[in-house]
């Protein structure tokens, strides 16, 4: 909550999230998960066991089915059927900019603690494709929260 009030106001933007309401959170917790997760046919239930969950969601799965459901009587299918958009966050921008210098400290420098889990090349591969491909960026922000996550509960090695 506090990183999308803190992202929306920087641009001017009030974003409310509905779904966070405990009642509706602990009413859906009693939801039996064949209504959570519903998948597009059981061919796609077995693909989606060797997948991360960012190749199956809206490509073998029904996001947000019961939401849907209940809503497609009342809504234009271009509204109850539309994929998820997300909120953009510009980390190329972040990482080829402004952190640039602060994430090649932190994920090569000598006491870095993330060292012992990535190959170095790895790592200075990702940092240079930051600006030319989208997912480097994403990459470079995830070792960068586990470094400090590491560095925050001192873990030194896996």
């Not at 939401?67 to 497609?72: A, G, H, I, Q, T």
């Not at 972040?94 to 400290?105: F, H, I, R, T, V």
């Amino acid at each position: 909550m506090n990183r999308l009030d803190t992202a929306s106001m920087s641009a001017s933007v009030e974003a409310r999230v509905p779904f966070v309401d405990h009642r509706l959170i602990e009413f859906f917790n009693k939801v039996p998960s064949e209504y959570k997760i519903k998948w597009i046919n059981e061919e796609s239930k077995l693909k989606a066991s060797n997948l991360n969950s960012d190749q199956i969601s809206e490509n073998l799965d029904i996001t947000k089915y019961v939401l849907r459901e209940n809503y497609k009587k009342n809504l234009p299918s271009s509204i109850s059927s539309r994929k998820k958009v997300g909120f953009p966050v510009p980390l190329n921008n972040w990482l080829s900019g402004p952190l640039k210098n602060y994430a090649q400290e932190k994920l090569l420098g000598d006491s870095s603690r993330t060292q012992v889990i990535f190959k170095r090349s790895g790592v200075e591969e990702a940092l240079k494709d930051v600006g030319q491909n989208v997912k480097s960026g994403l990459k470079v922000w995830m070792m960068l929260n586990l470094e400090e996550w590491m560095n925050i509960y001192d873990i030194n090695s896996p």
